[in-house]
T-cell receptor, first 114, second 113 residues
Framework: DTEVTQTPKHLVMGMTNKKSLKCEQH?????MYWYKQKAKKPPELMFV???????INESVPSRFSPECPNSSLLNLHLHALQPEDSALYLC?????????????FGPGTRLTVL | QKEVEQNSGPLSVPEGAIASLNCTYS??????FFWYRQYSGKSPELIMF????GDKEDGRFTAQLNKASQYVSLLIRDSQPSDSATYLC?????????????FGTGTQLKVEL
């Protein structure tokens, strides 16, 4: 299995809602990532988990809360989002441990905040 | 500020021609370089990675790396309309928090019939 899966594909939420994005990989990778991508812009790193520990937080607002329950799963909990948070949220994974690891992306969750 | 620079395009080439995509990066110590292809509305797909100076070929794709010039390129031979996409150059930068993959703004490639 060489795939990263993400659910849901699309999500529409109000500014007072709480929702979660889910990501799963079964490639035995030990590093997992959340990126945010706005239209016509490159992906921007949000969080990195390495061996299930948060290793990088790119000064992301606290209304985004990541969680790594185990080495195969990554969640992103959303609360009190703003309309400007509407974007494509991408999960990626890599083997982890060195700088040579290729990152593989899931299909993304298209988030719209009303 | 560690940066990756690409021409945004669009780069238009006729079908069957060679498309040449270029990228420069700011950190001389970088060791890992990647090319991703992204179709409109889809997620990035890894198509090439290169770690050593020189050329690396995979099918119709060739990645070229020159660390002294801080330059990496992607050549696509026999371009097809299905190659029309945005190509993202990505470089791993070492930071205090760990290794960080930083993307260029991407070059839009259009292969015309």
């Amino acid at each position: 299995d060489t795939e990263v899966t993400q659910t849901p594909k699309h999500l529409v939420m109000g500014m007072t809602n709480k929702k979660s994005l889910k990501c799963e990989q079964h490639m035995g990778h030990r590093a997992m990532y959340w990126y945010k991508q706005k239209a016509k812009k490159p992906p921007e790193l949000m969080f990195v988990y390495s061996y299930e520990k948060l290793s990088i937080n790119e000064s992301v607002p606290s209304r985004f809360s990541p969680e790594c329950p185990n080495s195969s799963l990554l969640n992103l909990h959303l609360h009190a989002l703003q309309p400007e948070d509407s974007a494509l949220y991408l999960c990626a994974s890599s083997q982890g441990g060195t700088i040579y690891n290729e990152q593989f992306f899931g299909p993304g969750t298209r988030l719209t905040v009303l | 500020q560690k940066e990756v620079e690409q021409n945004s395009g669009p780069l238009s080439v006729p079908e069957g021609a060679i498309a040449s995509l270029n990228c420069t990066y700011s950190d001389r110590g970088s060791q890992s370089f990647f090319w991703y292809r992204q179709y409109s509305g889809k997620s990035p797909e890894l198509i090439m990675f290169i770690y050593s100076n020189g050329d690396k070929e995979d099918g119709r794709f060739t990645a070229q790396l020159n660390k002294a010039s801080q330059y990496v390129s992607l050549l696509i031979r026999d371009s097809q309309p299905s190659d029309s996409a945005t190509y993202l150059c990505a470089v791993v930068f070492l930071t205090g928090g760990g290794n960080k993959l930083t993307f260029g703004t991407g070059t839009q490639l259009k292969v015309e019939l």
